[in-house]
């Protein structure tokens, strides 16, 4: 007996140690194949790269229980996100009691660890987020629910604490105009979550969180916390708050109530109040106050809010809520300044019913301050917003903006100025749209005169010399607007009608401006700095700009004098229009690249991962050098024309998509047109330096192209010239083909030399023709290819002859003239059979131009019936209240969207049409020649 006992202690002890042994062995050696393994199998479930630098199984570093996980771990999106990093860690462990695992009934999470996450959040204009990566199912549905309700029987999962650590978080969504950063983002949740009933703790902080909507920054650097006791109800989704703690800089919150979610709703019974009447604590959330001295800053005055949200959310109802604002007799003081903000008095009540949203009011019954001697005032009630919205209101005050420097450290901003306003306004805002002006009050004016501002943040000092509107119901007058910036200036004024219905329901305003400028300098707006004169760039780093689509203006522009980089633009005059995101420039002139422009087109960054250009130019008497060093887009299209001098005048029409640096998409420039000039000088060329070399004629070299008319086109990628001729010396020479953007050149020329140009050969051509009863002519045709591209061309016989190298002179071709007058029949063939080809490309050219017309018009057709069923899509939204008008502009922009794609694919397929009728021309043609 003693001695069987001895043994199974022996094997025990054995299998603890290979336990012990595998548990540290087994991952090391089995390292590479799991990593593998679990690598293929994220990204199989992902539409996303998945990649970690580490895989840990281990019972050693979680001993008693299991730890599994990852270090390094990304997650990096493809296609319209590519590039894109969704998520990382630095590591993600979970921590698992063992024993639950092998027993598969009751799994037990010990913890959940994420440390140092990163994570970008972004959603497109068309909706799209970056964040929906998980690849289709190929299990049917009903076994997925059959599959996952056998699991649910058989398995259970608890959790006991879950932990983020360090983690910086940003939110991006294009299509709302809205971004948010945190940074150093912890939280802890702990509680025994696998109970039916379960006490959660909750701790929560944010180092800064910043949050920007439609380009205003509403917080900036903000310390977040929240700590929470919440009383749960797992099994039926019912939270109720016990002790908790919300603030926001200095600003706190307390909540009492109760968060319930059934099924696909979430039902909200909640009260919130300020536990403190400390006015200092509102201050907390003014980005200038609390990021300068805020704890030496001397205030008084008491603050509260208070509030309730109350009702179900879910995707067709809201809650209603209700929070009342009060702040009496506030005062704050920087110490070292002289003046104070004195005399604050708010009382605003604000009501939303999530039923009946007609029921929701605001009440803004006071809002009053004293700015250093400067009293300011206001009050504002709106009511039935979505039946016939009714507002009232008055603001009335004076403020000297260089008092406030008085008041708040300005560090190196300087503000001075007068700002006046005395407005009314009250009524039916169906007052308005059925233009019962007598029965609206709007009168009053705003007023800003002798205004200056100076920041570090700009590149130069703004005036505002003075800015008058005066408002009546039907419209506002634009009295005056004198702004100067550095050395540039610009002035305003007109008519601004249906601005109330603009500022309450973000209707459409309308309006007539005229725009004057003696000088507009862009180089110092953006940089404060004009552009040095060695510098040649047409580009400064620009984003796309998108236009409003609630504004339409009619503008008339006359301005002396604009310098952008190194183009300087004399003399603009004309009309700009903008309505439903688009401008549109009517019959602009200007004097620029010492000639004269006039132009027309649209712009249209409605899609601004594509915005779009089309213009149509009439350019006269143009510098070629100046408009080269101006233009990027031509020195990449055509970098030969660094080669040229002399002045050119051009009509043609220019359509393009535009990058995210507002520069032309090189591929998707499309343009037709014609091009004149009495004289081009072209220089060191290396496609006219070898046509010297082969004609031996170094008239050739740096010729000089005499009386130049040409039309051309720019399509997939190529530039395309039609045959035209002109004169270099006493030569003759007719020339054409196109040459790619990857600067490939396919040309062909024909030049006419006369026969001096042979010397003695002549004569000895003479007397060979003269056996024939002929004469050697005037001219002998030469025609060559120019292949290869423009850095290395490469001149041939069109003859199929070798290339100019093996060719030693153009005297050869006189052999070839006596050959052509002995059998002119053979000439005669080939010039019938050039001729048929020539129209054979002509007719199919034209047939092209056809069909590309009848595309754009068709497109032209499918996009107004989007932009039709657009507006019809927000007018009905409208109707419906503010849910429903925002899911109808989404709608409606994805109309818009879809119109503008099927459009585009129109386009494409005609022009693939088309390119498909010239290129089996040009086929057919050169078996004819």
Same mark, same amino acid.
């Given at each position: 007996m003693k001695k069987i006992l001895s043994i199974t202690l022996k094997v025990l002890a054995a299998l603890v140690t290979l336990f012990i042994a595998a548990a540290i062995v087994l991952p090391i050696i089995f390292k590479p194949q799991l990593m593998q393994v679990a690598k293929k199998e994220a990204n199989s479930m992902l539409n996303a790269k998945v990649d970690f630098t580490d895989f840990q199984v281990s019972l050693i570093k979680g001993f008693p229980n299991l730890y599994v996980g990852m270090k390094g771990l990304t997650v990096v999106g493809i296609d319209s996100f590519a590039n894109d990093t969704l998520v990382a860690f630095k590591e993600f462990g979970v921590k698992v009691n063992l024993w639950s695992v092998i027993d598969m009934t009751d799994i037990e999470v010990k913890s959940i660890l994420l440390d140092e996450a990163r994570v970008n959040a972004h959603v497109l204009p068309d909706g799209r987020v970056n964040w929906d990566i998980m690849k289709p199912s190929e299990t049917p549905e009903t076994e997925m629910e059959d599959t996952a309700a056998a699991t649910t029987v058989s398995t259970k999962v608890s959790l006991k604490r879950f932990e983020i650590r360090n983690a910086n978080i940003a939110y991006i969504d294009d299509s709302s105009n809205m971004k948010a950063t945190i940074q150093n983002f912890n939280l802890t949740l702990s509680g025994n979550m696998g109970m039916s009933q379960t006490e959660l703790k909750l701790k929560t902080s944010i180092e800064s969180l910043n949050f920007w909507m439609d380009g205003i920054r509403y917080l900036k650097n903000s310390a977040v916390g929240f700590d929470a006791i919440i009383a749960a109800?797992?099994?039926?989704?019912?939270?109720?708050?016990?002790?908790?703690?919300?603030s926001i800089n200095q600003l706190k919150l307390l909540f009492d109530g109760s968060v319930r979610m059934p099924g696909n709703d979430i039902d909200i019974n909640l009260n919130f109040k300020t536990p403190s009447t400390d006015f200092k604590a509102l201050l907390s959330m003014v980005p200038a106050v609390y990021m300068t001295d805020f704890e030496g800053l001397q205030a008084s005055g008491k603050f509260g809010i208070e509030g309730y949200v109350r009702g179900t959310y879910n995707d067709s109802q809201m809650p209603s809520a209700f929070v009342a604002i009060n702040v009496d007799n506030g005062m704050f003081k920087y110490p070292d300044l002289p003046k104070s903000l004195t005399d604050v008095n708010i009382s605003t009540k604000i009501w939303f019913d999530g039923v009946n949203m007609d029921n929701t009011s605001v009440n803004v019954d006071r809002f009053a301050l004293n700015l250093g001697g400067n009293p300011f005032s206001m009050r504002m009630r709106v009511a039935t917003p979505i039946s016939d919205m009714q507002v009232d209101g008055n603001i009335t005050g004076k403020i000297d903006f260089a008092t406030l420097s008085d008041v708040i450290p300005m560090d190196s901003t300087y503000m001075e100025g007068l700002l006046e306003s005395n407005l009314d306004f009250g009524g039916k805002l169906s007052f308005i749209e059925k233009e019962q002006y007598e029965r609206f009050k709007a009168d009053g004016l705003l007023k800003l005169s002798r205004f200056k501002f100076k920041s570090p943040d700009i590149p130069a000092e703004v005036k505002l010399n003075e800015v008058t509107l005066n408002f009546t119901p039907q419209y506002v007058n634009l009295a005056n607007f004198d702004m100067s910036i550095a050395s540039s200036d610009i002035r305003m004024n007109g008519r601004l009608e249906n601005f109330i219905p603009y500022v309450f329901k973000d209707e459409t305003l309308s309006g007539n401006l005229n725009v004057n400028s003696n000088l507009l300098d862009v180089n110092e707006l953006l940089t404060g700095e004009s552009a040095p004169e060695e510098e040649v760039t047409d580009t400064t780093a620009l984003s796309v700009i998108e236009l409003p689509r609630n504004i339409n203006f009619s503008t008339r522009v006359d301005m002396k004098k604009i310098v952008y980089d190194k183009?300087?633009?004399?003399?603009?005059?004309?009309?700009?229009?903008?309505?439903?995101?688009?401008?549109?420039?009517?019959?602009?002139?200007?004097?620029?690249?010492?000639?004269?422009?006039r132009m027309s087109g649209t712009y249209d960054p409605r899609d601004v991962k594509a915005p779009m250009v089309n213009f149509d130019f009439d350019m006269r008497n143009i510098d070629i050098p100046t408009a080269f060093k101006s233009f990027t887009t031509l020195q990449k299209i055509a970098p030969t024309v660094k080669d040229m001098t002399g002045n050119v005048s051009t009509q043609f029409k220019f359509t393009s998509m535009l990058d995210t640096t507002m520069m032309p998409v090189l591929n998707s420039i499309n343009a037709y047109g014609k091009l004149q000039s009495k004289s081009i000088g072209v220089s060191n060329s290396k496609a006219f330096a070898k046509l010297a070399d082969f004609l031996k004629k170094d008239e050739f070299r740096n010729p000089s192209l005499k009386d130049v008319n040409v039309s051309f086109s720019i399509k997939n990628g190529r530039i395309y010239i039609e045959p035209f001729d002109t004169k270099i010396a006493e030569a003759k020479m007719n020339f054409g083909?196109?040459?790619?953007?990857?600067?490939?050149?396919?040309?062909?020329?024909?030049?006419?030399?006369?026969?001096?140009?042979?010397?003695?050969?002549?004569?000895?051509?003479?007397?060979?023709?003269?056996?024939?009863?002929?004469?050697?002519?005037?001219?002998?045709?030469?025609?060559?290819?120019?292949?290869?591209?423009?850095?290395?061309?490469?001149?041939?016989?069109?003859?199929?002859?070798?290339s100019a190298e093996s060719s030693s002179s153009v005297k050869e071709t006189a052999k070839e003239a006596v050959k052509e007058k002995v059998d002119e029949a053979k000439v005669e063939a080939r010039q019938k059979a050039k001729a048929e080809a020539d129209k054979l490309i002509a007719d199919a050219e034209k047939e092209a @131009? &056809? *069909? /590309? $017309? #009848? =595309?754009?018009?068709? %497109? @032209? &057709? *499918? /996009? $107004? #019936? =989007?932009?039709?069923? %657009?507006?019809?899509?927000e007018a009905e939204g409208q109707k419906k209240g503010p849910i429903a008008e925002r899911a109808a502009k989404e709608a409606a922009k994805k109309i818009r969207q879809n119109g503008e794609a099927a459009a585009q694919k129109v386009i494409a397929e005609a022009d693939e049409k088309a390119n498909a009728v010239v290129t089996k021309a040009k086929a057919e043609a050169a078996k004819l020649e």
């Open positions: 109800n797992l099994d039926s989704s019912y939270y109720a708050f016990k002790e908790n703690a919300f183009l300087n633009i004399e003399n603009l005059a004309g009309n700009v229009a903008l309505s439903g995101g688009v401008a549109d420039l009517k019959n602009l002139s200007m004097n620029m690249l010492k000639g004269d422009v083909g196109d040459m790619g953007i990857d600067q490939s050149l396919n040309f062909r020329a024909k030049v006419s030399v006369p026969s001096s140009y042979l010397g003695g050969v002549a004569n000895l051509a003479n007397d060979l023709l003269g056996k024939y009863g002929a004469k050697l002519p005037q001219t002998i045709d030469v025609n060559l290819k120019i292949l290869g591209t423009s850095s290395k061309p490469d001149v041939q016989l069109d003859s199929g002859g070798g @131009e &056809q *069909i /590309r $017309a #009848e =595309a754009a018009k068709r %497109a @032209e &057709q *499918i /996009r $107004a #019936e =989007a932009e039709a069923q %657009a507006k019809k899509t």
